[in-house]
């Protein structure tokens, strides 16, 4: 098993921007035209399992057979089937009981409930409210915020984790969010404690987002994979409350919301009795459904059963069940995710296009991402190429659409040797690294790499960073803040013919560059021993020599 030195990733980049495969280049052009197509109305906002769905399946089946790639699914053909329940909650209802006062909650203004528990419907009534701060059992860290009994009772929890608010703690690693801190991570455990559901507080700065993508992402059907027992691993009510309702309920148990969240950043943080009750009603239909990622791949001439992957979602959210906004009901998902997509689309043209590498190089669009990375979840644990020859991967999630920056953003930046190479490809670009931008928000947690960084796989997610470079300036930062304003899992979220593309190449140029390096080489990514990772991928070296 080789080695691989950041002396080694420079001279190997550098020799490869000056390679023959630099006479095919990403073409901007056919990218944005194709990003248009995808994000277009008449797919209907890519919802998993509609129509819509068939027309992705045939769209990039068709791209990828003209790139040179060959069916890389099940039974020979492009896809891979995704079993999954779908739970639509309707006639939600919610009243809180505190103080001698019944009062209806709105729902998708004052809280958003719904239930990824198939089956009966949910009625809950005169259910205890308790604070249980950060929702956290980490005994690797001595950290317990279930000191007592939750069973059949309503947490209510702040989201991130108990850095956030002072980093200088360093409990959980401080500024970069844990698992810990994701909202998956707070209902996972509230099932393991046996709770009756969970209301996370909703705050902008910890969560990441807007109180409008909470509303946008809940409001509609739910997916989830197959469950033994689902009953041991989802509550009835997963929900999340604005912060102002949730200082009002604290005010009226004698409490300050503000204090309390102190406390909880501390490890003897004791749980809070809210001195209310919640009644909860959701009407539920579930039925199973299939929908599907799309695989394609290249074979490898020397060492086909190694594989290179590359990766990003598919779907997006699809259509609002109400009136949406000026009309316009299509999550049209122009950046997130057609922008991925196109791009893994545009890398297989590149690969296709050149000679043949000796390692195979397999593209996946995968779906379930928006419904909790169901797509990618489901091909890690059911993967048609063996993980542990899969030498590594590249995860795109809605490219840099706006222009070129200085800096590339490496997510994950500390957990391995992929650092060294993707740096090395950057800085003879011209631009310098940012280690990790996005950890205060959890991002390496939040997309499709995820679920194979936990079986052992080094992935590489990367986007641009820093500052725009081209004139004007202000026109670029202006439309990228507006994007995360009223764009991200917003109806606004649409392709612009005012794009500039130039970043977004110079990233898919890193991600190519590194996977065409490793395609004809006998190197295997290491994970750092300090990672978390280190010891699963090493459970499965005899495989890798």
């Given at each position: ?30 990218i944005?035209?194709?990003i248009?197509?995808?994000?277009d ?16 399946i045939?769209?990039?089946s068709a791209k ?11 039974n ?17 209802r919610?009243a809180?009981?505190?103080?001698g006062?019944t009062?209806?909650?709105?729902q ?11 089956g ?5 009534k ?21 000191k ?20 200088e ?7 970069a969010?844990?698992?810990y801190?994701r ?13 009756a ?28 994979i ?10 009835p ?6 912060r ?18 102190r ?13 209310a ?7 539920i239909?579930s ?8 695989v ?34 299509i ?9 991925g997509?196109i ?6 043209r ?15 669009a ?32 809605a490219a ?7 800096k ?9 040797d ?9 800085q ?33 997610y ?15 930062v ?24 130039r970043?977004?190449?110079?990233d898919?140029e ?12 006998t190197?295997?990514p290491q ?19």
């Amino acid at each position: 098993m080789r080695l691989f030195t950041t002396a080694a990733a420079i001279a190997l980049s550098t020799a490869l921007m000056a390679a023959p495969s630099m006479a095919q280049e990403f073409d901007a052009a056919r990218i944005s035209e194709e990003i248009r197509i995808l994000s277009d109305d008449s797919f209907e906002g890519r919802g998993i399992a509609t129509p819509a769905e068939q027309k992705v399946i045939d769209f990039l089946s068709a791209k990828f057979a003209e790139a040179g790639f060959a069916p890389g699914g099940e039974n020979g053909g492009w896809t891979q089937a995704v079993t999954l329940n779908r739970i639509a909650s309707s006639n939600i209802r919610a009243a809180l009981k505190q103080d001698g006062q019944t009062r209806t909650l709105t729902q998708g203004q004052e809280v958003t409930l719904s239930s990824r528990l198939p089956g009966s419907n949910v009625d809950l009534k005169d259910v205890p409210l308790v604070f249980v701060g950060y929702g956290v059992n980490a005994p690797e860290r001595n950290w317990n915020d279930f000191k007592t009994d939750v069973r059949g009772k309503i947490i209510v929890v702040l989201v991130n984790d108990p850095d956030f608010e002072e980093p200088e703690l360093n409990t959980f690693g401080g500024k970069a969010m844990t698992y810990y801190g994701r909202w998956t991570y707070k209902y996972e455990e509230a099932a393991r404690q046996g709770a009756a559901g969970v209301l996370i507080v909703h705050e902008t700065a910890p969560a990441a987002y807007g109180w409008t993508t909470v509303q946008n992402s809940w409001s509609v059907p739910q997916f989830d994979i197959l469950r033994d027992n689902p009953a041991a691993e989802r509550v009835p009510v997963e929900g999340w409350v604005q912060r102002d309702v949730a200082e009002q309920i604290f005010a009226a148990a004698g409490l300050d919301f503000e204090e309390q969240k102190r406390l909880a950043r501390r490890a003897d943080f004791q749980p809070v009795e809210l001195k209310a009750t919640l009644d909860a009603s959701i009407d539920i239909a579930s039925e199973q459904i299939v929908t599907h990622n799309v695989v394609a791949r290249l074979e490898g001439t020397t060492r086909p059963d190694e594989t290179i992957l590359y990766g990003g979602h598919w779907d997006h959210i699809g259509v609002d069940a109400g009136e949406g906004v000026n009309g316009d009901r299509i999550f049209n998902g122009a950046v997130d995710n057609a922008s991925g997509t196109i791009a893994i689309v545009e890398i297989a043209r590149r690969f296709g296009a050149g000679p043949r590498p000796e390692r195979s190089i397999v593209a996946i669009a995968f779906t379930g991402e928006e419904s909790g990375l169901l797509g990618s979840e489901y091909y890690a644990a059911n993967p048609l190429y063996p993980l542990e020859t899969t030498v590594t991967g590249f995860n795109i999630d809605a490219a840099n659409v706006y222009g070129r920056k200085d800096k590339l953003n490496i997510t994950g930046f500390g957990h391995s040797d992929l650092d060294d190479r993707l740096s090395a490809v950057a800085q003879s670009q011209g631009r310098g690294i940012v280690p990790d931008a996005g950890a205060a928000a959890g991002i390496y947690f939040r997309s499709d790499h995820f679920p194979l960084v936990r079986r052992g796989v080094p992935m590489a997610y990367i986007n641009s960073a820093g500052d725009f470079i081209d004139a004007p300036i202000e026109p670029r930062v202006a439309a990228q803040t507006r994007y995360g304003q009223i764009g991200y899992h917003q109806v606004a979220d649409e392709w612009s013919p005012d794009w500039d593309l130039r970043g977004m190449i110079q990233d898919m140029e890193v991600s190519y560059q590194v996977g065409l390096a490793l395609a004809n080489s006998t190197d295997w990514p290491q994970w750092k021993p300090t990672s978390e990772f280190s010891t699963i991928r090493a459970e499965s070296a005899d495989k890798r020599q």
